[in-house]
């Protein structure tokens, strides 16, 4: 870890399938090539592991939410680059992170719901159209667009380069990344 680095959380949010989990894994490569701490924090990984008894009503999204956010904001307290790709679909509870983390960029994954469910390798949409899953965000379930992120990546018009790019930069702007290793070439 660097000397100097300062812990901020970086908060992807989007439909499924939009590109959240992509763009963390290349902004992550590209801060750890430079000696940055980054932590990862994925939706289905925390699920799986720390929320695995929520199910998927609006009050367990929240708790999920919230589950996810207070390990983001301990990391962040101790210096550490959060990213965090999760759906987070309820503006009130983004803005209460936000608050509980201090330090905290979000970045709006923009993708059109039919784009993301044409990308859908998991048959996720496939299955909440037929019924088979309820509660499913953009589907039976609102997604409450971001009014005011930092970032918004459309990836439905840009490369993940590009969206991770954005992302790198505006660490840089804020003075999280030093400006010289922020200009990654991919």
Not at 86 to 112: C, D, K, T, W
């Amino acid at each position: 870890m660097r000397q100097q680095q300062r812990g901020v959380t970086i908060w992807l949010t989007g439909f499924s399938g939009a590109g959240k989990t992509t763009i963390c894994q290349f902004v992550e490569e590209k801060l750890q090539a430079q000696g940055y701490k980054v932590e990862v924090l994925d939706g289905d990984v925390m699920r799986q592991n720390l929320c695995n008894q929520l199910g998927f009503s609006k009050e367990d999204r929240e708790e999920n939410i919230r589950r996810i956010g207070f390990v983001a904001h301990l990391l962040t307290k101790n210096d550490v680059i959060v990213l965090v790709s999760v759906i987070s679909p309820y503006r009130h509870i983004r803005q209460q992170m936000r608050q509980l983390i201090g330090n905290f960029i979000e970045v709006y994954v923009n993708a059109p719901l039919e784009v993301c469910e044409r990308r859908d390798v998991k048959g996720l949409y496939k299955k909440a159209r037929t019924g088979e899953i309820k509660c499913f965000t953009g589907i039976d379930d609102p997604y409450e667009v971001p009014l005011h992120p930092e970032v918004e990546c459309t990836t439905e018009r840009e490369s993940i380069v590009q969206s991770a790019n954005k992302v790198l930069n505006k660490l840089e702007e804020l003075g999280y990344i030093d400006r010289v290793n922020a200009h990654f070439l991919f």
